[in-house]
């Protein structure tokens, strides 16, 4: 059995440099039937459409064979217990299991119980989104070769996002300069630059990680509305006036909210970049924890 990835923690910069070399040669050839025979399944409690079908694809480009397994009707909506399902899909013995949840913790807290699989975080709660961090840093060292001394403003509702908490964490670990930007309701408290005032922060920055909203995981209203949002933090074609900002988002992106259509479409945007990276990448995850 290989090792887990619950946490971008896990994953020392020397494995990272070795995730994206394998993610490197299967952008430029394609895979080959490097995990024939290896099974994946999908469990996502939470909804998805990129980490989920990224996952597939990723896996069945190395020949593995995928089971997207249907929560609604698994026998969790049964009452059974999540061990419970957790270590019966483990004794059929997948290779791995990528798990959403949204809860924070629940993927490392099941990989305590796996006896064969190993365990892929695919988001749990606000809490990690590793998979997500490695396909972002992975696409800004793809656009500026060396990522060291770059700075990058992230955008939006930090404090309940999961894939800022992975981001923060790897970017920060390969010398990229972070600085939180959101009203003071969305701002953590970690020791890193903060402001309020997006105009003053795009005057000094490389590149962009904007954020979506996470209403859901909002207990009360912690804004008037995401018009008043958009008002003070959405990046358009008029903030950027033709500024050389690279822009990022994880996706799905609330259009006209956290980004223009002019900035998601324009040419900044390394939006549909990072999709595309992230099944590599993905790819380079899976080879290297099922095969090292
Ligand atoms: N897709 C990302 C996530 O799962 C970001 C988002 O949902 O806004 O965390």
Same mark, same amino acid.
Request: proline share 4%; charged share 25%.
């Given at each position: ?70 929560? @609604? ?126 105009? @003053? ?60 259509? @002019? ?30």
């Amino acid at each position: 059995m290989g090792k887990h990835l619950t946490s971008i923690g896990d994953l020392e910069n020397w494995e990272v440099e070795k995730i994206f070399e394998y993610a490197e040669e299967f952008l430029e050839r394609g895979g080959n039937g490097e995990l024939k025979g290896r099974v994946v399944i999908n469990v996502f409690f939470e909804n998805s459409t990129r980490t989920r079908s990224s996952f597939e694809m990723a896996a069945k480009k190395l020949g593995a064979e995928v089971i997207n397994l249907d929560v @609604e009707r698994s026998s969790t909506s049964k009452g059974e217990t999540l061990f419970d399902t957790a270590a019966n899909l483990d004794a059929m013995g997948p290779d791995a299991i990528v798990v959403r949840h949204r809860w924070a913790g629940v993927p490392e807290l099941l990989s305590k119980y796996l006896r064969h699989s190993v365990i892929i975080n695919g988001g749990d709660g606000a809490h990690q989104h590793p998979t997500q961090a490695l396909l972002d840093l992975f696409t800004l060292r793809r656009k500026w070769g060396d990522v060291k001394g770059k700075k990058i403003a992230i955008v939006g509702d930090i404090r309940n996002s999961r894939v800022a908490n992975s981001d923060i964490e790897l970017l920060t670990r390969f010398g990229v300069e972070v600085t939180l930007v959101g009203p003071p309701q969305f701002l953590p408290q970690l020791p890193l630059p903060k402001s309020y005032k997006l105009e @003053e922060v795009l005057d000094k920055v490389d590149g962009v990680i904007a954020l979506r909203t996470q209403t859901e995981r909002h207990h009360s209203p912690t804004f008037a509305s995401l018009h008043d949002f958009a008002v003070l933090y959405q990046i358009n074609g008029e903030k950027l006036k033709g500024r050389s900002i690279v822009i990022l988002h994880p996706g799905p992106v609330n259009r006209n909210v956290e980004l223009s259509d @002019e900035v998601v479409e324009g040419e900044n945007s390394l939006i549909l970049e990072q999709v595309k990276n992230g099944v590599a990448v993905r790819m380079g995850i899976l080879k290297y924890l099922l095969e090292g």
